[in-house]
């Protein structure tokens, strides 16, 4: 029984202590905030369940990561195919910035969220990952690519982004920015 108790209380420690991950992966994946408290206590759950197989390799905020996207992967295929749309638009990827007068930064930060969250299930893990500051052998293990893919892939999708950025930038200044 203590076992058990002592369990739940290193799961529970874990838990609390990398919450941000769960929230950041409910608010890339889900369009509203109904589905991303259904998606975070769908995922608490199966971190639970899987909680046995986590054997200390790697961090637990690792693991954790490969859960959180596998479970939001499949939900939104589940709620794509009940024809909800679960994709983000009201959604902030990136840490919560400071309330402030809206600069230059903040815009581009918003516009880089939009982008973002029109990418598809699998670059979206991609770039939520790197974004998070994981190494690319990190991102390799948990996506179960290569190493030269990752780097291949976030080049790619910077460069996509990039242009995506220069266009809405440019639509939001009248087609005047270079």
Known sequence: MKADS???????????QHKRILHKVARAYCGNSSDREDLVQETVVQLWRSFGSFDGRARFSTWMYGVALNVAISFVRREGRRGRRAAPHETVLLEELPAREPDERTREAELLE?????????????VLLYLDGNEYATIAGLLGISVSNVGTRLSRLKARLAESLRSAARRESGGHAS
Request: net charge negative; glycine share 8%; charged share 40%.
């Open 6 to 16: 002592a369990r739940a209380e290193l799961f529970l420690g874990e838990l609390e």
């Open 114 to 126: 939009r982008e973002i969250a029109l990418l598809g299930e699998f670059d979206k893990a991609l």
